[in-house]
């Protein structure tokens, strides 16, 4: 099984420069692989490989002798990070890759083995030409070390992301059982309401970080571009958006972690997240719920555990239907919190409605012996909203 253990690191001043000009250069690799594989196509249609890239190193580095002073495997791997954006465009649909800015793309350098170690003895890992940098061990990791990459956020600290492959073998999938398998149903009042019955709130802590970030935004479309002071709010801005990103990916972590611990099946909708930012008046709303660092999250654990993740199609009615007789209310609108069926009378809270649907939709779909509506005979979960932000 491969993980990821990412640390901290401190490197010295001379190290940081190193890496800084490491970050340029190969930004400018990129780009420029880029640029000649993209030119090569326009104008004769040839179709550069991986490797025909790679050998063009040679080229470049004469060209550019600066190139010489900075980690060789960095920039092989920046071509070899080109050439996955050009298969990703090809074999999964994503856009064509673009160039790098120096303003706005993530710095990052990629080192692999054996141009990189972690030693774990004397908390410093080892990077080809920065030699030991510090790093702090917050945790040990047992496994073979694949690669390192060093990136620098925009509050200016430094990340080190070792992939490990762990030589432990995922568990085995354990088969569906219903009686512990739940529905979730994601929304904007409520963060997850599942079929249980249990209703965490959204995380709301962020709301006075996004007033501190507006109010100092405003300071610094008043500061002449490229001064001083503009880059010192700038940084001020960079340290809050960070906070306020750790704070909800910690939230999420612990709604990840209640869940998967108290089921063994999880069922969700498959939501098209960037269809739904289209629309400019949820837009905000639905980047702060971060509804696909959640899917994600539970996606890899649940892989961890052996347990089980069932999406369900984003157009199935699990609004709409009644979850004891399967009446389809299409009178329901956005506004209506909580509705009586026609068909049976029985009284709905529409988020726990929904969730009960989802759960039964996406049973039906892997056991085919689930039919009909099930009722609320289960018991809750003990998913308890004041212990997940009692931390906060
Ligand atoms: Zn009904």
Redesign the pocket.
Same mark, same amino acid.
């Given at each position: 099984m491969h993980k990821i253990f990412k640390y901290r690191i401190y490197p010295s001043k001379a190290q940081q420069a190193l890496l800084q000009s490491t970050f340029g250069c190969c930004r400018f690799v990129y780009n420029k692989m880029l640029d000649i594989r993209k030119t090569a196509y326009d104008t004769d249609k040839t179709r550069l490989s991986k490797f025909a890239c790679i050998n063009r190193m040679t080229a470049l580095k004469t060209e550019y002798v600066w190139l010489y002073d900075v980690p060789a495997v960095c920039l092989v791997q920046a071509v070899c990070n080109m050439d996955a954006a050009y298969q990703n465009f090809f074999k999964s649909g994503k856009g064509y890759p673009k160039f790098k800015s120096k303003h706005r793309s993530r710095k990052s350098c990629k080192f692999m083995v054996p141009k990189c170690a972690v030693l774990q003895d004397i908390s410093r890992l080892k990077l080809s030409k920065l030699g030991l940098v510090k790093y702090k061990k917050d945790r040990e990791f047992v496994g073979a070390l694949r690669h390192i990459v060093v990136t620098q956020d925009s509050d200016g600290k430094y990340y080190a992301s070792c992939l490990v492959v762990t030589g432990v073998d995922a568990p085995k999938l354990q088969p569906v059982d219903a009686s512990t398998a739940v529905g979730i149903d994601l929304g904007l009042k409520d963060f997850i309401v599942t079929s249980d019955g249990c209703k965490i709130s959204n995380p709301r802590f962020y709301v006075t970080i996004d007033r501190r970030i507006a109010r100092l935004q405003k300071h610094e479309a008043r500061k002449t571009k490229g001064s001083k002071r503009r880059a010192r709010i700038r940084m001020k801005i960079n340290k809050l958006c960070v906070r306020k990103r750790n704070l909800i990916k910690n939230y999420i972590y612990h709604v990840a972690n209640t869940l998967l611990r108290e089921s063994q099946t999880l069922v969700m909708e498959d939501l098209n997240i960037g269809g739904m930012v289209k629309n400019h008046k949820l837009a905000k709303s639905i980047q702060n719920v971060c509804w696909g660092e959640l899917r994600r999250v539970l996606e890899y654990k649940s892989k961890w555990l052996g347990h089980n993740l069932i999406f369900i199609d984003r157009w199935a009615p699990s609004t709409r239907t @009644?979850s004891?007789?399967?009446?389809k209310n299409d009178a329901l609108t956005l506004s209506d919190r909580s509705w009586a069926?026609p068909? @049976?009378?029985?009284h709905h809270d529409r988020d726990i409605n929904a969730a009960l649907n989802i759960k039964r939709m996406g049973l039906a779909k892997v056991l085919p012996a689930v039919s009909g509506f099930d009722g609320r005979g289960e018991v809750g979960y003990g998913l308890d909203e004041a212990s997940i932000c009692a931390s906060y």
């Open positions: @009644c004891c007789c399967g009446f069926c068909g @049976c009378g029985t």
